[in-house]
Nanobody
Framework: VQLQASGGGLVQAGGSLKLSCAAS????????MGWFRQAPGKEREFVAS????????VYKDSVKARFTISRDNPKNMLTLQMNSLKPEDTAVYYC?????????????????WGQGTLVTVSS
């Protein structure tokens, strides 16, 4: 396993969760990283992306101002702080590493994927 996501769980609407993604066996410090999610019966969708050095971030419109993506390259760690959670945020969340250094929202641009962590937001 090269990417391991954790931190999911059950939370009430309006609550917060922090997802973490630990990289092992190799470093991704030269790669953009991203978070995606997949709700039951839906396609995997982009949530957030961060460039190789953290200098640029991009978010899905519906999570802007509520979610924050960050990375710690020396620790090989990616995080997603999720605040003001809504029931529609319920999904399995995946971390991923891109083929290149700049941010991207496209699933095919990512070639390493974690196993996913379930986030359930109750109303």
């Amino acid at each position: 396993v090269q990417l391991q996501a954790s931190g999911g769980g059950l939370v009430q609407a309006g609550g917060s969760l922090k997802l973490s993604c630990a990289a092992s066996k190799r470093t991704f410090s030269n790669n953009a990283m991203g978070w995606f999610r997949q709700a039951p019966g839906k396609e995997r969708e982009f949530v957030a992306s961060i460039s190789w050095n953290g200098g640029r971030t991009v978010y899905k419109d519906s999570v802007k101002a509520r979610f924050t993506i960050s990375r710690d390259n020396p620790k090989n760690m990616l995080t997603l702080q999720m605040n003001s959670l809504k029931p529609e945020d319920t999904a399995v969340y995946y971390c991923a590493a891109a083929r290149f250094a700049i941010t991207t929202m496209n699933v095919p641009d990512y070639n390493y994927w974690g196993q996913g962590t379930l986030v359930t937001v109750s109303s």
